[in-house]
């Protein structure tokens, strides 16, 4: 049974943080649209965001330049984006080192 705070830890680390797990399925399938990113997140990372919440994360990550759509209305990553993933790997990857 989960606590409370692994509970909470799991929204953070997945909902909360859901630009992480678009710009990797962006990343390894290529441009893809609002709901293959959906659907690929649920496949490979096991959790299933909601529908709103993906595409207002879309929205917000295109807002700040971190991907691009394109006529097709399919989403790629940016350089500007590429870039914030990999200092957030970074970031995550540094965290877990200094946890005893």
């Not at 692994?6 to 929204?11: E, N």
């Not at 710009?23 to 965001?49: D, Q, S």
């Not at 759509?69 to 790997?89: F, L």
């Amino acid at each position: 049974m989960e606590t409370d705070a692994v509970k909470r830890l799991k929204r953070k680390l997945t909902i909360e943080t859901l630009w992480i797990y678009v710009i990797a399925v962006l990343k390894k399938h290529g441009a893809l649209h609002g709901y293959g990113v959906k659907k690929k997140i649920r496949e490979e990372f096991n959790f299933n965001p909601a529908t709103i919440t993906t595409y207002t994360v879309l929205y917000r990550m295109e807002k700040e330049g971190l991907i691009e759509k394109d006529e097709s209305n399919t989403y790629k990553i940016t350089e500007k984006g590429s870039n914030a993933y990999e200092k957030a790997k970074q970031f995550i990857k540094d965290i877990l080192e200094t946890l005893p």
